[in-house]
């Protein structure tokens, strides 16, 4: 990351709530065939959350802790704050002197963008306002919340704007909370009805959703330049398993989650010299 950043633009997207064995199959059965396109070897990555629930996961998201791979460490991370002792920060870990990941970014040059999702980026309060807060650039509507049935084709249409609305020479990091998986997502499952309630079952559906029309997101993260892309849930959530509902608790649906990075590859050296 310390080659990649000042160089291609930056796409982060949580899809939030979204469980890792939802995503698997999905994946596996060829439902999500945008996605996973683009994933690599077309599987998720299964890692594990930062947090339990949006708030603590997305504290710890922008102050570099992204989700930790499944699998024994130390695991290097791709963004450090500078201090000593940090047993992650790698070669080519992107190093920063400022709190939290987005002001370091934005001290490295990028216009930093947030198109908030979930009620923590709602900005209808002062708990609302922290995370959307650390950005140079905020966006919140209604349409983008967990009970609009097309928040994602919103948050879309929103994204797409920010992009055309640049100087082509000013890099980006665009970070993107989909809000589609979140409870209620009934309405996303044809013939479901809010008397039956989420399940599993309209989980997935809220993926296949999201899939329908995320690669207009790709493809507006890369119109100017390479873009390096990261997505991943922030937590997953339980729909009966155990006994449990829901999320900010310590089961094995909420903690492991799915993470993807790749390159979108931009438009070309013809157009978009970088």
Not at 3 to 12: M, N, P
Not at 96 to 117: E, I, K
Not at 186 to 211: I, K, Q
Not at 229 to 238: E, F, L, Q, R, Y
């Amino acid at each position: 990351m310390s080659s990649v950043v000042g160089t291609d633009d930056l796409l982060l997207v949580t899809l939030d709530t979204l469980r890792f064995d939802v995503a698997e199959e999905l994946a596996a059965a060829g439902r999500i065939p945008n996605l996973a396109r683009h994933l690599p070897g077309g599987v998720w990555e299964r890692r594990h959350a930062p947090g339990s629930f949006t708030y603590a996961s997305h504290q710890a998201i922008f102050a570099g802790f992204l989700p930790t791979p499944d699998a024994p460490g130390p695991h290097p991370r791709l963004f450090a704050a500078r201090f000593a002792g940090s047993e992650t920060t790698a070669e080519g870990t992107f190093v920063y002197d400022t709190p939290d990941l987005v002001s370091g970014l934005a001290q490295a040059g990028y216009r930093t963008v947030c198109v908030g999702g979930v009620g923590f980026f709602n900005r209808q309060g002062p708990l609302g306002s922290v995370l959307p807060g650390l950005f140079q650039d905020s966006h919140w509507e209604p349409e983008f919340g967990v009970v609009s049935p097309t928040s994602f084709e919103s948050q879309v249409d929103r994204a797409e704007k920010v992009v055309a609305s640049l100087p082509h020479d000013q890099r980006l990091f665009l970070f993107v909370n989909v809000s589609a998986l979140h409870q209620p997502n009934w309405f996303h499952l044809p013939g479901a009805t809010r008397e039956s309630g989420d399940s599993r079952e309209t989980h997935a559906a809220a993926l296949e959703y999201v899939d329908r029309h995320i690669g207009r997101l790709f493809a507006a993260a890369g119109s100017r330049r390479r873009c390096f892309a990261i997505v991943c849930s922030d937590h997953g959530t339980a729909y009966g398993d155990g006994g449990y509902t829901g999320h900010r608790l310590g089961h094995e649906v909420v903690w492991t989650v799915p993470y993807a990075q790749f390159f979108l590859p931009g438009p070309g050296p013809a157009e978009g010299a970088r």
